[in-house]
């Protein structure tokens, strides 16, 4: 069974940064590209950063380059979202995800709050 598991949401400053982690469990991850998702409330589900199974390769939406940044380490099963320079807009609940064979995996998210 795939588990994942979001961590280091809350409250920010506009201007401020969060680092998000995702803690991956049931079977190795290290053959999987892992990506970051976020969602508002009436919105779709929007794709905010991927990397590839080595961390050889990462992407991200244009709104964010140069401000976020997604690692991984895959001898603890962790990627992480280290984003900088928040802005009320980017007000989401994250999620990170996996496709394995077909499936999309999702964790149930973390909360970021991007408000003075």
């Known amino acids: 069974q795939v588990q994942l598991v979001e961590s280091g949401g809350g409250l920010v400053q506009p201007g401020g940064s969060l680092r998000l982690s995702c803690a991956a469990s049931g079977r190795p991850f290290n053959t999987a590209a892992m990506t970051w998702f976020r969602q508002t409330p009436g919105r779709l589900r929007e794709l905010v950063a991927a990397?590839?199974?080595?961390?050889?390769?990462?992407n991200y939406m244009d709104s964010v380059r140069g401000r976020f940044t997604i690692s991984r380490d895959n001898d603890k099963n962790t990627v992480d979202l280290e984003m900088n320079s928040l802005k009320p807009e980017e007000t989401a609940v994250y999620y990170c995800?996996?496709?394995?064979?077909?499936?999309?995996?999702w964790g149930q998210g973390t909360q970021v709050t991007v408000s003075s």
């Open positions: 995800s996996v496709l394995i064979h077909s499936n999309r995996y």
């Open positions: 990397i590839t199974e080595t961390g050889g390769i990462t």
